[in-house]
C-alpha cells in the first residue's frame, strides 16, 4: 500500500511516501527563515509552506518513482498546529484526493508522534508508554493498542520544548532553543546551579514554568553582580538542560513502577536531545523494557509519521468524506489533547 503524507503545522513542510509501513522518501523543507525573528511567525510560515509544497511533491516523485496515480492513499496533519499552516496541507491533500478520486484520511499532530517509533525497524510493544515532548506538548500516555490511548498526564503550564526555546531566548543563543542549548550545555557545567524540577498536584504532570523564572533570576543576579560571561552562559544552559530532563525521567520512573508496560518510546522534536535520549535508554536497561526512540529526522515534525498514522486508520476501515469536518475524532474516550 502506498501511502502519501503532507505535514504542514508549524514551520516544517514536509511530504512522505510510505510502502507498506516503510518509508520510501521523508523530505522535509525547514524554515529557517524564523530564527531571525526569534520564533515562528504563523504568517510567513503559511506563506512559505505554499511555496515549498508542489516542489516537494515532485522530489518524492521523482526519489521514489511512483506517479501519483499509483497512491493507495492521501494523508494530512489536520491539527493541532497554526490554521493557516495547517491549512495548506490539508486543502493540498483533499484537493489531491479529489482529482484523483483516492481515500484520504486527515491525522491529528500529536497521534502522528505517538506512533512514529513504529517507522524505526524494532517497534514499540503494546502496552507501552509514550512520553511526547515538542515544542507544544509534553505528555505521559499508555498505548495500549493502536487506538487505545491513555493520558497520564500532561503540563500545567510551558511545554519542554518551548522552555528550552524560552531559555535559550533569555541567554541570547536563539531559535530554535533546543539544539542551540544541548550545544551549549556540552561546554559547560551542569552542576552550576541546582534549579528546581518543577511539582505538580497529579503527580505525574510536568511543569517548566518555575524551572524558566528561576533561570530568569539566575541571569538577572549573575548580571547585577559581575556580569555574564559565556561561560556562565554555558554553565546555565548545562544546569538548565540537567533539571528539564530529570523532569522527563522523574515521572517517567514514576510511570514504570506504578503500570505495567513492555516498551517506553520516546518521541516529539525534544527527543532529539541526546541528554534526555541517555537517560530513558538507561532507564529502559534498568526496568528491563525496550526502548524506542525515533532516529533525528522522525523526532522532528516529518509527514512519515502522518502517513504512517494514517494508514493505521485506514487498515481499520475508517472512511473520511472531503466535505466532513477534517479535525479527526480522537481514538479513545480517555484520550485528551
Ligand atoms: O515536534 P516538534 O518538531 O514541533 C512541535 O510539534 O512542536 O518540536 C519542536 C521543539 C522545539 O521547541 C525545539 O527547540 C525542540 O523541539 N528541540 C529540542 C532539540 N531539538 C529540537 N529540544 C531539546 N534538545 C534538542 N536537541
Ligand atoms: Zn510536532
Redesign the pocket.
Known amino acids: 500500500m502506498i501511502v502519501l503524507g503532507i505535514e504542514s503545522?508549524?514551520d516544517?513542510t514536509s511530504v512522505s511516501v510510505v510502502v507498506d509501513g516503510e518509508v520510501k522518501a521523508n523530505l522535509i523543507s525547514s524554515q529557517l527563515f524564523h530564527n531571525k525573528f526569534g520564533g515562528v511567525i504563523p504568517e510567513l510560515s503559511s506563506r512559505a509552506h505554499l511555496q515549498q509544497i508542489i516542489p516537494l511533491i515532485k522530489e518524492a516523485q521523482k526519489k521514489t518513482k511512483f506517479s501519483l496515480s499509483e497512491i493507495d492513499l492521501i494523508t494530512a496533519t489536520a491539527g493541532p498546529g497554526l490554521i493557516g499552516a495547517l491549512l495548506v496541507g490539508l486543502t493540498f491533500g483533499k484537493s489531491l484526493a479529489l482529482a484523483l478520486n483516492k481515500p484520504f484520511i486527515p491525522v491529528n499532530?500529536i497521534e502522528g508522534?505517538i506512533f512514529s517509533g513504529f517507522l524505526m525497524k524494532e517497534k514499540p510493544q503494546f502496552p507501552f508508554l509514550s512520553v511526547v515532548v515538542?515544542?507544544?506538548h509534553t505528555l505521559l500516555l499508555l498505548v495500549k493498542s493502536e487506538f487505545e490511548i491513555v493520558k497520564l498526564s500532561t503540563t500545567i503550564d510551558d511545554a519542554m520544548?518551548?522552555a528550552?526555546?524560552k531559555v535559550s531566548k533569555m541567554l541570547g543563543f536563539g531559535y530554535?532553543?533546543?539544539?542551540l542549548?544541548?550545544k551549549y550545555a556540552l561546554e559547560g557545567d551542569e552542576n552550576f546551579i541546582k534549579y528546581p524540577i518543577g511539582k505538580s498536584k497529579n503527580k505525574f504532570d510536568f511543569s517548566f514554568s518555575g524551572l524558566k523564572t528561576s533561570v530568569l533570576r539566575s541571569i538577572q543576579s549573575i548580571e547585577k553582580e559581575k556580569g555574564l560571561t559565556e561561560n556562565d552562559k554555558n554553565n546555565i544552559a548545562a544546569s538548565f538542560q540537567k533539571a528539564a530532563v530529570n523532569a522527563i525521567t522523574k515521572r517517567v520512573k514514576l510511570a514504570l513502577s506504578e503500570f505495567n508496560i513492555k516498551s517506553i518510546s520516546l518521541v516529539?522534536?525534544?527527543a532529539?536531545?541526546?541528554n534526555l535520549r541517555n537517560e530513558i535508554i538507561y532507564l529502559g536497561e534498568k526496568f528491563h523494557k525496550s526502548v524506542i526512540i525515533p532516529d533525528l529526522e522522525y523526532c522532528?515534525?516529518n509527514a512519515a509519521m502522518i502517513a504512517y498514522r494514517g494508514m493505521q486508520y485506514h487498515l481499520n476501515g475508517d472512511k473520511f468524506e472531503l466535505n466532513e469536518n477534517a479535525y479527526p475524532s480522537l481514538p479513545s474516550e480517555t484520550f485528551v489533547l
Open positions: 503545522s508549524c516544517e499532530h508522534h515538542s515544542g507544544g520544548g518551548e528550552f526555546d530554535p532553543g533546543g539544539p542549548i544541548q516529539g522534536g525534544v532529539a536531545n541526546q522532528g515534525d
